[in-house]
């Protein structure tokens, strides 16, 4: 097994970039950060990159583009908007046909990537896309319960504290519910899903919550709740803060009416969920951004082992 380390660079200096270094930098294994992006010089997350011994620019990638670092960059994250993201994503691939961007808007340029479900699958692509947070929260959830049952319907709640949703994530709001929604089909196995996202307001701040609602062919209710805890302990390997709030629920509904689909016999079932986040740079309430920078890292991580055992391969 190669030793190499994958040089990476972030933009977006805000808080989810932020946060993201923070985690690289304590807990890189096969990813290495070598520049942060901006487009603010007064940004509280360049100033410490700066003092954290990271390469730093204001001028967006084609600052990026001019540091000496990114020459040896090969894997970047992208943690600003949809918008911003799609213009980043060429202006860099047109410089390095080959650099991997790892996507934390709801762009969805790449294929949609939530680790524990299709992670695999998606070593390989230029360009991933790691949903949203309220995807990344609950969509293990549904393919938890779709490797056990059809599932002809899938809902999804994000609850997150409004403290905690930055300018990009409020003005990503219709990106989210539509990113959210087919991801819950492509990925989590639905034939037909539903995003809500909902700003909370409340003081002091709430931890982030999320309900899954699944409308299944009848199946093994043992089966089904002995599936998600299985996902669970999955995602907590990468967010140790995710975890059950009470157990799964079911209940059996005849003739329930769902638009697009119709008339539906079968099994509901109910999955409550809280996120608490690590609190490596944010406030532990944020989970929303947690599991997106946890999710992030641990694509990357294993994008980068990918690409270093390969390397090694060839010589």
């Known amino acids: 097994m190669s030793n190499r380390k994958i040089k990476a660079a972030i933009i977006g200096s805000g808080n989810i970039g932020t946060d993201l270094m923070i985690k690289i930098l304590r807990h890189g294994r096969h990813v290495e950060l070598a520049a942060m992006v901006g487009i603010d010089p007064a940004s509280e997350g360049l100033a410490r990159a700066e003092r954290l011994g990271v390469a730093t620019t204001h001028e967006g990638v084609e600052g990026l583009a001019r540091l000496a670092a990114f020459e040896e960059v090969e894997i970047v994250f992208d943690a600003t908007s949809a918008s911003a993201h ?3 994503d060429r202006f860099l691939r047109e410089r390095k046909p080959e650099l991997r961007m790892v996507d934390l808007t709801p762009a969805a340029i790449g294929p949609y990537c939530v680790p ?3 992670g ?3 070593l390989d692509a230029l360009n ?3 949903v949203t947070c309220g995807g990344q929260a609950t969509i293990p959830i549904v393919a938890a319960v779709s490797r ?3 599932v002809r319907y899938a809902e999804i709640v994000a609850s997150i504290s409004s403290r905690s949703a930055g300018p990009g994530t409020r003005a990503n709001i219709d990106e989210f519910t539509e990113t959210t929604s087919k991801a819950i089909q ?3 196995g639905a034939e037909c899903g ?10 002091p701040p709430l931890m982030m919550r999320d309900t899954v609602y699944t409308l299944s062919e009848t199946a093994s209710e043992s089966r089904i709740a002995d599936s998600v805890k299985e996902m669970v302990a999955a995602v907590q390997r990468y967010v140790p803060g995710y975890r059950l709030k009470q157990d799964v629920q079911f209940d059996r509904v005849q003739g329930l009416n769902i638009p697009g689909i119709g008339h539906v016999d079968g099994l509901k079932t109910t999955v409550l969920l809280e996120v608490e986040g690590a609190a490596h740079y944010l406030p532990s309430y944020a989970g929303n951004l947690d599991i997106m920078t946890s999710a992030a890292l641990s694509t990357a991580e294993r994008i980068a082992q990918r690409m270093a055992e390969t390397t090694a391969a060839a010589y």
């Open 86 to 88: 799609v213009l980043n």
């Open 116 to 118: 524990v479900v299709n």
């Open 120 to 122: 695999d699958d998606c």
């Open 128 to 130: 991933v896309n790691m």
């Open 148 to 150: 056990v049952a059809r």
């Open 186 to 188: 492509t990925v989590g």
């Open 194 to 203: 539903k995003a809500i996202i909902v700003l909370n307001p409340a003081e």
